[in-house]
């Protein structure tokens, strides 16, 4: 089938560096995977994954049709021997690394399996990535949670993002309260050691980045707000909320990958100054309440209420206020958000209500993308190419 043309010119995005590249994504089974699998494919990569079986039922990877695109493995990145020899069969030039138990909450049930995985799984990728000859770059995907936050757990609802403390820079300190954001936390230094210690010397590019809350079509993972706003419309309830008033910064799930995929594809091209710590963070004005957001999904979904969950005890920690300092990869990388907040929320209700009615996944993906790569054309940002004549509309 030939491509709309649209599509075939968000495939041209990133310079073409990646047409013909061979790339390893870990988690590849997950939400983020999936859609970079997916534009990965589109760029004409050659896409390899390794992860355990796709996480929720459904499944974006398995809606998409991705299963059919990417060579993929199945395998826990606690399995060295497994994560080794996959890596070592694929010999790609590019890993990108998302494998990950990221649900804040999931870590204080699964303290131990959360460290395991989060910290153990990115020394076995090393370890695999050492023994790999084929191996030039690599990207590291933690979290913005890797700081040291020491905001109050009492910090008044409904403050804003900025008016807290300053959003957090790359030389921060790292931490973290709970198990996740620890993990994270130790992931990043995990990743300046290697980098330091073996990788720099075999001439392989080593980042990390650093991102945090993104939304879009096709995540169900438990836990989130978008998730819990489309199984709630699907059943014909009322969406609960648990913080309605938690105020957070948001951007959509192509915002932190066109990142990830631009900084993969200028390590592969050898600039200098990239093997470091990146923060992909939105702009400050797209800090909303949870409230707000649900509020916004509802409206373009064109379905469902919501109401407060009840305040209950021992509820775990988690932090009021987060946000990130994005100047550094605007300034060096040109990577500056393409949609706001906004279009984000509607665009990925959009998403949804087309697959409720029966739309194609992997079509609603391509559309997407498509349409961010117009609008960050537009902008002139320099992982997209030259300005488009017109650029994709809004989501009806």
Same mark, same amino acid.
């Given at each position: ?14 310079? %073409?560096?990646?047409?013909? +590249? ?10 983020? %995977?999936?859609? &970079? ?6 760029? %004409? ?20 049709? *991705? ?6 493995? $199945?395998?826990?990145?606690? !399995? /060295?021997?497994? &994560? ?9 030039? /590019?890993?990108?690394? *998302? ?16 460290? !395991?995985?989060?910290?153990?799984? &990115? ?67 995990? =990743?300046?050691?290697?980098r330091r210690s073996f990788c720099a010397a075999a001439g392989v590019r080593v980042?990390?980045?650093? $991102?945090?809350n993104v939304i879009g079509g096709g995540d169900w993972a438990v836990d989130r ?5 489309? +199984? ?15 105020? +957070?910064?948001?951007?959509?799930? &192509? ?11 200028? #390590?592969?091209?050898?600039? $200098?100054? #990239?093997?470091?710590?990146?923060? *992909?963070?939105? !702009? ?13 999904? /509802? ?28 100047? *550094? ?18 665009? =990925? ?12 996944? +992997?079509?609603?993906?391509?559309? !997407? ?16 190419? $030259?300005?488009?004549?017109? =650029? ?5």
């Amino acid at each position: 089938m030939t491509p709309d043309p649209a599509t075939a010119a968000a495939g041209a995005a990133f310079g %073409g560096l990646y047409d013909g +590249r061979r790339v390893l994504v870990t988690g590849d089974t997950g939400f983020k %995977g999936a859609w &970079l699998c997916g534009w990965l494919a589109d760029l %004409g990569a050659v896409v390899g994954g390794y992860a355990l079986d796709p996480p929720t039922d459904p499944s974006l990877f398995v809606l998409g049709g *991705l299963d059919g695109e990417v060579a993929h493995v $199945a395998g826990d990145v606690r !399995d /060295l021997t497994t &994560l080794a020899a996959a890596t070592t069969t694929f010999a790609p030039e /590019l890993v990108v690394h *998302l494998a990950a138990q990221p649900i804040v909450r999931a870590s204080y049930d699964d303290p131990r399996g959360t460290f !395991d995985i989060n910290v153990m799984g &990115l020394v076995n990728l090393f370890e695999a990535v050492r023994a790999c000859p084929s191996v030039r770059a690599v990207v590291v995907v933690t979290s913005d949670k890797c700081y040291e936050n020491a905001d109050p757990v009492d910090e008044p609802a409904g403050a804003r993002c900025s008016a807290a403390r300053p959003p957090f820079v790359e030389d921060d300190p790292l931490g973290g309260h709970d198990p996740y954001s620890a993990s994270k936390g130790c992931a990043e230094i995990v =990743t300046a050691a290697y980098r330091r210690s073996f990788c720099a010397a075999a001439g392989v590019r080593v980042a990390s980045a650093r $991102a945090g809350n993104v939304i879009g079509g096709g995540d169900w993972a438990v836990d989130r707000i978008v998730p819990d706003c489309v +199984r709630a419309l699907g059943a014909g309830e009322p969406v609960v909320v648990r913080r309605p008033d938690a105020v +957070r910064p948001w951007q959509h799930v &192509l915002e932190p990958l066109a990142g990830y995929l631009w900084l993969g594809a200028r #390590l592969l091209a050898g600039d $200098a100054g #990239l093997d470091r710590a990146w923060n *992909l963070g939105p !702009d400050p004005a797209a800090c909303l309440a949870v409230g707000e957001v649900v509020t916004a999904f /509802l409206a373009t979904y064109g379905a469902g209420s919501w109401l407060a969950a009840p305040a209950t005890a021992g509820e775990p920690h988690e932090a009021a206020v987060l946000t990130l300092d994005s100047a *550094l990869v605007a300034q060096r990388l040109g990577v500056r958000p393409v949609w706001p907040v906004a279009e984000a929320v509607a665009r =990925t209700a959009a998403w949804y209500r087309r697959w409720a009615d029966g739309g194609d996944a +992997r079509a609603a993906m391509r559309a !997407d993308v498509a349409a961010f790569v117009a609008a960050a054309r537009d902008a002139a940002l320099p992982w997209a190419g $030259a300005p488009t004549s017109a =650029t994709a509309g809004r989501p009806a």
